[in-house]
C-alpha cells in the first residue's frame, strides 16, 4: 500500500480536472480526495499501484487543462480509507485563473444532434470541456454567479448534472438546457433562409457579433463590403469541416490541424487558383488606385467537375472576398449556433458523420466592428450600431462580457504563428524565462494588446486594435481593468512605447504608477526572447513598419544585440525618403519615387506616376528634403518595390500592397549583386533598381528572394564575431511568411537557430509582451 500528494499547476481549475482525478481514482481502484486550491489542484492518491493513475493523469488530461507541473511526494498512508471523495476548495491567493473560451467538443455535439437528447439543436449546449469561459467571466473565482450565466438557474435535471462528479457537466458553470437557459432571438431556420435569400445578418458569438452573408453571392458581398467600409480588406470565410475547406484552398496536415483546434482561429490558406498579372515593361502602364495595374481582376477559367467552391465550374468564391491575394483566411464552426446553421443546410442529418463530408454552405464571417471601432458585443449596442450593416441582427440573453476577436493564424516554417491573438487563446499565459515583478505593458499605437505579469507568467490580452477614436481607447481601458480583475494583480509599474505621442502612452502615464519606456524594435526582439527563454545577449533582426528610434529618427530595419534591458544597434537597412510624411505608407508610389530618387533617376518620377498623385510635388519634397523624413523601415521598401511594380499606388488598408507581393510570389529568385553592405548598413538600392523593367510577377520572387539573401549576408557575421549560435526574428514583415520561411531556412543552413514569433504575433500585437519582459527585468 502507497500514498502520494500530487500537486498540479497549470490552467487546472475549471476545466474539468477533479472530477477526472475522481474517475482515475475509481478507475485504476485508488482511495484518497481531490481539491482546488490557491496553487492549482492538489490530490492524494493510496493504493497499491498509483504509477498507472499517475501517468494517466498528465497523459489524458481533460481538453482545456494546461498542465505546467505536477509535483508528486510520498506521504503516510491513511489506513482504514475506504473510497475517494471531491474535497470543498481551499483558499489562498489565486494563481490559477480563467481558461480561453473553447469550440463544442465531441460529446456536445453528439447530443446537438441526436433527436432523443434533451439538448437536441439547443444553440447553448455546453460541457466542461467546451464553450464560453473567458469571455462570459465578470471577475474570479471562477463560478456561475460570475458569469453571465448567473441570471439562470439550473433546473432539477441540469442541477443533478452539475452536483455529479462523474458527470462531465460537473461544476460546468456555463452548463443550461431549453429549460433553463438562454434563448435565441431568432430560429436556425429563419437565419439561414435570410443568408440564403442574400441578406447580411449579424450573429452574436463568444466574444462578440460576427457579420455574415453567403460567400458565393457576390452581390451580397460586395454590399457588405460597402456597408462596413472594409476597402479592400480580405473577408474571413466560415465552412463546416476541413473536407469543406479543401475545395477552397491547400489543407496540408498542420494547417488542417490549426483549422481544427479547440480556439477555432481563422487559419490563413493558399486558395486552390489565384489572379494572374499582365506582364509590365517600360514605361509601366497606369496605375490604378488601390488595385493592381488592370482594369478587372484576371482568373484562370475554372476547372470542370469538383464541388462548390474557387475553381467550381458553376460559381466560384467572389474576387472581392479577398481582392488580388493567394491567401484566404478559413474557420471552421465554434459555437453550437454555428454548426446548428450548416445542420440545417445539410437537411438536419442524424449523428455526426455528415461533419467529415464536404458540405456547400459556406459563409463570409466577418467581425461587427464599423468603421474600425471595437467589436460590438452587447444586444443594445448591435441594434444601434450594426442597424445600418445588418439586415437582420439575431441576438440572445446570454451577455458577453469581454470583446475578443478572433485569433488569426498561418502555418510559418513549418509551425503555426499568430497574425492576431484573441478568442481562443487568451488568457492562456505565456511562461517568462524567470519570475518578474508584476508589470502592466500597453502595447504602441497600432494592432495594441496589453500584457500583464505575474511571476512568470505574462498574460497577453485579445487584440485590442488601432488607437485611432475614443471607443477604441475606451476599450483599451477596459481590458486593461478587466484583466487586473481575473488575474487579481495590481501591477507596480506600467511599460509604453518610447514615443511620446502615443495615446498608448499618454494612457500609461494616466495610470498613476512609475512608467518605463521601452524602444519599439527592442520590444519585438525581447517579445521573441521572452518566449523563448533567452535571457543571455542574443542578436535580433526587427523587420518592421515604424518605430520611432533612440535616436529620435524612424527606425523598422534594424539589427540590435539585446541583453536584458539593453539593446545596442548594430546596423539597419538604408534610409530611404517618406515624402509627404506617414502618407507614404498608405501610397507605396511614393516610396517608388523615393527609390528612383535614390538610384538617382528623381528625373523620371514625374513620368512614371503621372497617375498616381502629385508626382512632380513629391519629387520636389524627395529632392529639397522637405517634409521627407529619411527611414530605415523595412516595411518601406516593401512599400518602394510595390510602388515600382505597379502592384499598389495607393493601399485600401495597412499592408495591403506587400500582402499583394507576397501572393504573387511563386519561386523565389535572388540577384547577385542585389545588395551592398557598408558599416552595418544593408543598401538594397541595386535589387530595387532591377525591378524596373520586368513584370510583377518575376519582380515579386525577385525581391523576396533577394531580400533574404541579403539579410543572412548581413547578419550572419554579426552572430560569428560575437559568438552567437542564435537569432531572434521579429516585426510586422514577419508576418510575411515567404520571408520568414527563407530566413528560418537559410539561418538553420548556416548552423544558426532562428527564433521565430509563435506565442504572441511578430508585428505589433506581441509589442507588450516585449515590453513588459524588459520591464520587468528592469525592477529586479
Not at 475549471?14 to 489542484?41: C, I, K, M, Q, S
Not at 497499491?48 to 487543462?65: I, K, R
Not at 442524424?350 to 466577418?366: I, Y
Not at 517568462?432 to 490580452?461: D, I, M, Q
Request: charge should be neutral; aromatic fraction near 6%.
Amino acid at each position: 500500500m502507497k500514498r502520494v500528494r500530487v500537486r498540479v499547476r497549470g490552467q487546472v481549475q475549471g476545466v474539468g480536472f477533479r472530477p477526472f482525478v475522481h474517475a482515475l481514482a475509481h478507475r485504476f481502484g485508488l482511495t484518497g480526495w481531490v481539491l482546488n486550491d490557491g496553487e492549482g489542484v492538489l490530490a492524494e492518491l493510496q493504493g497499491d499501484d498509483t504509477g498507472p493513475a499517475l501517468a494517466a493523469l498528465e497523459a489524458e488530461a481533460p481538453p482545456l487543462a494546461r498542465i505546467d507541473a505536477v509535483e508528486v511526494a510520498d506521504v503516510p498512508v491513511e489506513p482504514g480509507e475506504s473510497r475517494f471523495v471531491i474535497l470543498p476548495s481551499r483558499g489562498g491567493a489565486v494563481t490559477t485563473g480563467v481558461s480561453a473560451d473553447a469550440a463544442v467538443c465531441p460529446s456536445c455535439l453528439a447530443e446537438l444532434f441526436d433527436p432523443r437528447d434533451r439538448r437536441y439543436r439547443y444553440p447553448f449546449l455546453t460541457c466542461t470541456h467546451c464553450g464560453p469561459r473567458f469571455t462570459i467571466t465578470r471577475r474570479l473565482p471562477y463560478d456561475r454567479p460570475n458569469t453571465s450565466m448567473a441570471g439562470f438557474p439550473l433546473c432539477p435535471a441540469c442541477a443533478a448534472e452539475y452536483a455529479d462528479p462523474a458527470d462531465r457537466r460537473f461544476h460546468a458553470q456555463p452548463t443550461a438546457c431549453p429549460a433553463c437557459g438562454p434563448r435565441l432571438s431568432h430560429t436556425i431556420e429563419d437565419i439561414l433562409a435570410a443568408l440564403k435569400a442574400g441578406k447580411i445578418v449579424a450573429i452574436k458569438g463568444l466574444g462578440g457579433f460576427h457579420l455574415a452573408c453567403d460567400a458565393f453571392d457576390a452581390d451580397a458581398v460586395a454590399r457588405l463590403r460597402e456597408r462596413k467600409q472594409r476597402n479592400g480588406k480580405p473577408f474571413a470565410l466560415m465552412v463546416a469541416n476541413a473536407a469543406s475547406a479543401a475545395r477552397l484552398a491547400e489543407v496540408g496536415t498542420a494547417e488542417r490541424a490549426l483549422l481544427e483546434e479547440v480556439a477555432r482561429p481563422i487559419v490563413l490558406l493558399r486558395r486552390r487558383a489565384t489572379p494572374t498579372l499582365p506582364l509590365r515593361g517600360s514605361p509601366p502602364p497606369p496605375l490604378r488606385r488601390g488595385g493592381l495595374i488592370r482594369e478587372a481582376a484576371e482568373f484562370p477559367p475554372p476547372p470542370s467537375g469538383g464541388g462548390l467552391g474557387w475553381g467550381h465550374s458553376e460559381h466560384a468564391l467572389p474576387p472581392s472576398i479577398a481582392p488580388d491575394l493567394a491567401w484566404i483566411g478559413v474557420m471552421l464552426p465554434c459555437t453550437p449556433i454555428q454548426y446548428l446553421l450548416f445542420h440545417e443546410a445539410a437537411g438536419r442529418p442524424e449523428g455526426t458523420a455528415w461533419l467529415e463530408d464536404p458540405q456547400d454552405l459556406t459563409l463570409v464571417m466577418t467581425s461587427a466592428n464599423p468603421g474600425g471601432e471595437p467589436l460590438v458585443i452587447g444586444n443594445a449596442e448591435a441594434h444601434e450600431r450594426l442597424a445600418g450593416i445588418a439586415d437582420l441582427i439575431v441576438d440572445h440573453d446570454r451577455d458577453i462580457l469581454v470583446r475578443a476577436d478572433d485569433s488569426v493564424m498561418r502555418v510559418v516554417a513549418g509551425a503555426p504563428a499568430f497574425l492576431r491573438r484573441g478568442r481562443g487563446h487568451v488568457p492562456v499565459p505565456i511562461r517568462l524565462p524567470r519570475a518578474v515583478p508584476p508589470v502592466l505593458a500597453v502595447g504602441g499605437h497600432l494592432k495594441t494588446t496589453v500584457c500583464l505579469t505575474r511571476g512568470t507568467e505574462a498574460f497577453l490580452s485579445q487584440h485590442v486594435g488601432d488607437l485611432d477614436n475614443a471607443a477604441t481607447l475606451a476599450f483599451l481601458g477596459e481590458t486593461v481593468a478587466h484583466l487586473r480583475a481575473i488575474l487579481e494583480v495590481e501591477p507596480v509599474a506600467v511599460a509604453h512605447d518610447l514615443h511620446p505621442d502615443f495615446q498608448s502612452t499618454r494612457f500609461a502615464e494616466s495610470l498613476g504608477l512609475p512608467t518605463i519606456p521601452v524602444q519599439h524594435h527592442h520590444a519585438h526582439v525581447a517579445a521573441v526572447l521572452a518566449e523563448h527563454g533567452v535571457t543571455g545577449p542574443a542578436l535580433g533582426l526587427a523587420l518592421d513598419g515604424f518605430g520611432l528610434g533612440a535616436d529620435g529618427g524612424s527606425w523598422g530595419g534594424e539589427m540590435l544585440l539585446v541583453g536584458g534591458t539593453r539593446f545596442e544597434r548594430l546596423g539597419h537597412l538604408a534610409p530611404l525618403a517618406q515624402p509627404g510624411g506617414d502618407v507614404a505608407a498608405r501610397q507605396p508610389w511614393r516610396m517608388g519615387a523615393a527609390a528612383l530618387a535614390r538610384m538617382g533617376r528623381g528625373a523620371e518620377i514625374a513620368e512614371r506616376f503621372r497617375h498616381c498623385g502629385p508626382a512632380d510635388g513629391v519629387r520636389r519634397l524627395i529632392e529639397t528634403g522637405v517634409h521627407a523624413p529619411p527611414t530605415s523601415s523595412c516595411g518601406r521598401w516593401f512599400d518602394a518595390a510595390c510602388g515600382l511594380l505597379g502592384v499598389r499606388a495607393v493601399a485600401g488598408f495597412e499592408g495591403e500592397a506587400p500582402m499583394v507581393l507576397e501572393s504573387l510570389v511563386r519561386r523565389p529568385t535572388v540577384l547577385p549583386g542585389g545588395w551592398r553592405l557598408t558599416d552595418g548598413v544593408l543598401d538594397l538600392t541595386p535589387l530595387l533598381e532591377s525591378l524596373l523593367q520586368i513584370n510583377a510577377q518575376e519582380g515579386a520572387d525577385r525581391f523576396h528572394g533577394t531580400l533574404v539573401a541579403a539579410l543572412l549576408d548581413w547578419a550572419t557575421p554579426a552572430l560569428s564575431a560575437r559568438g552567437l549560435d542564435r537569432i531572434a526574428l521579429s516585426g510586422g514583415c514577419l508576418m510575411n511568411a515567404v520571408l520568414s520561411d527563407g530566413l528560418a531556412a537559410g539561418f538553420a543552413e548556416r548552423g544558426i537557430t532562428p527564433l521565430l514569433p509563435r506565442r504572441a504575433p511578430a508585428n505589433d500585437g506581441g509589442l507588450s509582451l516585449g515590453q513588459a519582459w524588459v520591464a520587468g527585468q528592469a525592477l529586479l
